[in-house]
């Protein structure tokens, strides 16, 4: 069984989304700016080297409906070509599209995972959204916290890492480029 990981980009000051998360931003105002490393047209070696182990350590994703919601319309798939399951309170059916499906599910983090393990394999679980990585961070249920650190200050938006109580982290790589310092932690159960 692979590793279940919570993967954000966070500026200095805490935030994974800018303020007013919609569909005309969804990363909030300012937010994408979280992400220019992964997009850039000259990506820095390093950063090039932590999307790809990523992308190639992932067998399943676990999405919250927020994410899903503001997500969809641009990926226009699954955010990457694995089953993904969307956490949420709503029953819909599947939703098949071109490089996977999403698989709508309504019964907590715990069976979530249980879903999203099997599909996943030997492959790692990679958890998106910051309501659902708090939720799985505050259930125990995470092994890695990826932080893409930013040198930017939102001032305001969607915070990771805030009404957990106390959880204990142990660093366990750092990679610095010039856009981002990538900060690796395992959760200490």
């Not at 935030?15 to 490393?37: D, Q, T, Y």
């Amino acid at each position: 069984m692979g590793t279940v990981v919570l993967y954000k980009s966070m500026s200095l000051d805490g935030f994974v989304a800018g303020r007013h998360v919609g569909n005309e931003h969804p990363m909030g105002e300012g937010g994408m700016r979280l992400h220019e490393w992964m997009f850039t047209d000259r990506p820095d070696p390093r950063d090039r080297e932590v999307v790809a182990a990523i992308s190639a350590s992932v067998g399943a994703v676990v999405v919250g409906r927020r994410t899903f919601d503001v997500g969809l319309p641009h990926w226009q798939d699954t955010p990457y070509p694995v089953p993904t399951f969307v956490l949420t309170h709503q029953v819909r059916d599947e939703l098949v599209m071109k490089s996977a499906a999403f698989t709508f599910v309504t019964d907590g983090v715990a069976d979530i995972l249980k879903s999203a393990q099997a599909a996943a394999g030997d492959k790692d679980v990679i958890v998106m959204g910051a309501q659902t990585g708090r939720q799985f961070l505050g259930a125990g249920l995470l092994d890695e916290l990826h932080i893409n650190l930013v040198p930017v200050l939102l001032g305001g938006g969607t915070r990771l890492l805030e009404d957990l109580g106390p959880i204990e982290l142990e660093r366990v790589q750092v990679i610095a480029s010039d856009a981002v310092t990538h900060l690796r932690f395992r959760v200490v159960q």
